[in-house]
């Protein structure tokens, strides 16, 4: 690989469209500062440190839950569990709260997860089943479970705890959210590990061509189990920092964010067939969606125009994704 | 290998041989009926005076979501997938039932019509973005989920609107004989009407082609791109027809998708339709919401939980599917 080629080709309509497929974040950057942008000539004076912590603590849980599905899209997969699990999560924490305390809350709630996790990755992994009907099986399991554990707790208190809403809700100085303690060590642990770990590269590998990554020797049932359940865990953490944010613990509460989070992980640029994209653009996708919905509620538009909205954008920007990297369903 | 040997001596076959052969192809079919007529034989043990009315119910409640898996079935066949199914029936729905309200009777023929030819149109926008675009069938119905789900709400903010008499009438009660609802009767005249010359035609093979190899059928001469977008307004025309039986069966018309989306593709792969595509039929699908919805029905005959309806649909579906794979590796390990 001489730099010389690649530096020419940058100038060429051929080297942009290098740019988009190897460097996907720069153009989604560029398209959340237009948004940014419209947003604030749309609104003037509203865009602030103060708005922007309020973006940023609601982007992410709906970063987490796309980066469940990067990482299981990167092998091909998808994850439509990630909503119940979320909204388990949340709702155990709070139910467990008066009696055995915020701990034990925790523990539970994660202990299920890693069930959740296991019961998709073993499907997936061991049964070949396809990861989005095993993953859609497995959400009603949760969402029936967690719906018959209400009924069961129902005359204890359902607060969500004072420290789950610190950490969702609150901002240090206005900017930065509480939930970056969680997030940011997360999305470099993801980060890197995408890119210098041998499992990572292995999610890359079982994605671009399964065959080949069972003949060099990868053995893709266990890397799919572990994948499945780092998602299911992925999944609560975000729960947790959902019902602080919302200060609500209901079993339906994160179902509405798992469109959206497949959708952030498309638009980052993270291809469906696997094989393709990173958690960096995911983070910005989820961004991108948190700012148009902003946008769209912000200019007053009915909750009918703003869907229909956020619907084309959605198929625009897959579009636009699919004409520059030439990656089509044929 | 199994299926060149079946082929070979097709000149001299006895009547029993033919006989096997169906058997085989439908062994799928044949043994979600056996587990339908073990769970009615369950049903009518737990909860003995479960009867006519008992069967007419269960017709009238599993009619919008069998011709939601119908419209599943077909995309899928067709090598896609459809989600905004659910959100097709709000739509298509919420036209019917603000149009209808307070018009004549023969005015909501017309308005019938006019929706079910909403819904071709609604599926074939479907599929032409899907070939214009080349995004994946699963990003593009997944937006389309929105926009259609937002169209819905244009039309009405609330559940409102009406039905006609005779819309209404269709479905309820029963046709002739008490142990027939009428409901089943559409349903199977319907589909049948649809499907079978359908699966009979040129297209219908086309659908099929494109669904188990796109390049092989494209090299064949098959139109890939014009087939998907049939297949895709035909899963809009069973949308629409699972959203008129919401308004008939619920005499208005709900703005909020339900879950039919994920019901439907539940049902598909219970009944026998492969997620790769290209192989299944709409009747195996249809039995798999039979199954579905009655598992719920004898949970609340048990005065279970429903909850655990909900569990025990998602077990279901896991280990129906698990065991079919397991088949299939047996199959491909012989």
Redesign the interface.
């Given at each position: 690989m001489s730099a010389t080629p690649q530096t020419e080709g940058w100038r060429t309509a051929a080297g942009g469209r290098r740019l988009v497929r190897e460097q996907p974040i720069i153009p989604l950057a560029a398209l959340l500062v237009l948004v940014v942008v419209i947003y604030a000539l749309v609104r003037p004076g509203v865009v602030t440190t103060d708005w922007a912590g309020v973006i940023l603590r609601a982007a992410v849980p709906l970063a987490i839950l796309a980066g469940c599905q990067t990482l299981t899209m990167l092998t091909g997969g998808?994850d439509?569990s990630v909503g119940a699990i979320a909204s388990m999560a949340g709702f155990m924490v709070a139910s467990l709260l008066s009696g055995p305390g915020l701990g034990v809350g925790l523990a539970v709630a994660l202990g299920a997860a890693v069930l959740a996790g296991l019961?998709t990755g073993i499907?997936v992994g061991i049964?070949?089943?396809?990861p989005?009907?095993?993953s859609?099986?497995?959400?009603?399991?949760v969402?029936?479970?967690a719906?018959?554990w209400q009924?069961i707790t129902v005359q204890s208190s359902t607060g969500v705890p004072a420290e789950l809403r610190t950490l969702g809700a609150d901002r240090f100085a206005q900017l930065f959210p509480y939930s970056f303690v969680v997030f940011v060590p997360l999305a470099a642990i993801i980060l890197i590990g995408l890119r210098r770990t041998g499992y990572g590269r292995m999610l890359y590998a079982i994605g671009d061509n399964p065959v080949a990554a069972r003949l060099s020797g990868a053995r893709g049932w266990q890397v799919l189990i572990v994948l499945y359940v780092i998602s299911a865990v992925m999944a609560a953490v975000a729960g947790f920092l959902l019902a602080g944010l919302t200060n609500v613990a209901s079993v339906t509460l994160a179902d509405s964010l798992v469109?959206p989070s497949?959708?952030a992980a498309?638009i980052g640029g993270t291809s469906?067939?696997g094989g393709r994209g990173g958690f960096g653009g995911t983070i910005v996708g989820a961004l991108i969606l948190t700012v148009i919905s902003a946008l769209l509620t912000a200019l007053g538009l009915?909750?009918?125009?703003?869907?229909?909205?956020?619907?084309?954008i959605?198929?625009v920007v897959?579009?636009a994704?699919?004409?520059v990297t030439g990656e089509?369903?044929? | 290998m199994s299926a060149a040997t079946g082929t070979i001596d097709d000149v001299r076959r006895r009547p029993v041989d033919t006989l096997v052969a169906w058997t085989r192809r439908n062994g799928w079919t044949l043994s979600l009926l056996a587990i339908l007529a073990l769970l009615l034989v369950f049903t009518k043990m737990v909860n003995p005076s479960y009867g006519v009315s008992g069967i007419q119910g269960l017709a009238i409640s599993v009619l919008p979501l069998a011709f939601a898996a119908a419209a599943q079935a077909v995309c899928v066949i067709g090598g896609g997938i459809d989600l905004s199914i659910g959100s097709m029936m709000a739509l298509t729905s919420v036209v019917a039932a603000s149009q209808m309200k307070g018009q004549s009777e023969e005015l909501g023929v017309a308005i019938v019509l006019g929706v079910l030819l909403l819904g071709l149109v609604l599926g074939a926008i479907n599929g032409g973005v899907i070939v214009v675009t080349r995004v994946p069938d699963i990003v593009v119905t997944l937006a389309m989920a929105f926009v259609w789900g937002g169209g819905a709400l244009l039309v009405l903010k609330t559940p409102a609107g009406g039905s006609a008499q005779w819309l209404k009438d269709l479905v309820l009660g029963s046709a002739g004989i008490d142990w027939i609802p009428k409901a089943a009767v559409v349903l199977l005249v319907v589909v049948a009407l649809v499907w079978i010359p359908l699966r009979r035609s040129k297209m219908g093979l086309s659908i099929y082609a494109i669904g188990s190899n796109r390049l092989a059928a494209f090299r064949s001469g098959v139109s890939v791109g014009r087939t998907k977008i049939i297949a895709y307004a035909l899963t809009g025309l069973f949308a629409a027809l699972a959203g008129l039986s919401l308004t008939a069966s619920t005499g208005i018309g709900n703005p909020v998708p339900g879950p039919y989306t994920l019901m439907s593709v539940a049902a598909v792969v219970l009944g026998g339709v492969s997620l790769a595509g290209g192989r299944g039929g709409v009747f195996g699908p249809i039995i798999g919401v039979l199954i579905l919805v009655l598992i719920q029905n004898d949970m609340s005959f048990l005065s279970l939980d429903p909850n655990l309806a909900l569990v025990s649909q998602g077990l279901i579906l896991i280990g129906v599917v698990m065991f079919g794979s397991l088949i299939q590796w047996r199959r491909s390990r012989r």
């Open positions: 998808i439509l019961l499907g049964f070949r089943v396809h989005l009907i095993m859609l099986g497995v959400s009603f399991v969402l029936g479970l719906n018959a009924i469109l497949v959708a498309v469906i067939f009915p909750e009918a125009v703003r869907q229909i909205l956020f619907g084309t959605i198929v897959a579009a994704y699919s004409r089509t369903t044929g | -």
